[in-house]
C-alpha cells in the first residue's frame, strides 16, 4: 500500500486476518491442549509463569520487572551482575528448584528499586525489562 502510495499517490486498502496472524502464537498452548485434552492454567505454564527464570517481579516501590532468560546465557548474566550467583548449584531449570528460585527472585527485585535495576542491567545482555505503565 505504501509502495502504490508512492508510485500513483494513491492508498490501498489492506485486509489482514487477525486470526491467522495471531494463530502462531498457540502453537505451545494448542499443542498442549492437543495433546492432554486440558486448558492451559494461566500463570502454571512455561511462558506464563511457572518459570522463575521468564517471569515478571514487583520492585520495592511496587513497580513490576519482567525476567526472561530463558537461555542459560542469559541468566547466568542476570545472576553474575545482580550478585545472585552463589545459587547457581541449584538452577532453575530443573522443576523441583522451581520455588526456591521464585522465593530467591521475588526476595531480590522486592529489595532493588526500579532505578537500582535500571543502574544495574541497562548496559547488560540479562533479558531483564521494566512493565511500562501509561
Not at 546465557?73 to 528460585?101: C, D, I, V, Y
Amino acid at each position: 500500500a505504501l509502495y502504490a502510495r508512492e508510485k500513483t499517490g494513491k492508498g490501498q486498502k489492506i485486509a489482514i486476518s487477525m486470526m491467522d496472524s495471531s494463530l502462531p502464537f498457540l502453537s505451545l498452548y494448542g499443542g498442549i491442549f492437543a495433546a492432554t485434552g486440558k486448558n492451559p492454567e494461566g500463570g502454571n505454564e512455561l511462558l506464563s509463569g511457572k518459570l522463575p527464570n521468564y517471569n515478571v517481579y514487583r520492585t520495592r516501590e511496587g513497580r513490576w520487572i519482567a525476567l526472561g532468560a530463558l537461555e542459560d546465557m542469559f541468566f547466568k548474566t542476570f545472576l553474575r551482575q545482580s550478585g545472585l550467583e552463589k545459587h547457581l548449584e541449584e538452577f532453575p531449570a530443573e522443576e523441583k528448584n522451581f520455588s526456591k528460585w521464585k522465593e530467591i527472585l521475588t526476595d531480590y527485585f522486592a529489595s532493588k528499586t526500579f532505578e537500582d535495576l535500571n543502574f544495574l542491567f541497562e548496559n547488560e545482555d540479562s533479558c531483564l525489562t521494566p512493565v511500562k505503565t501509561m
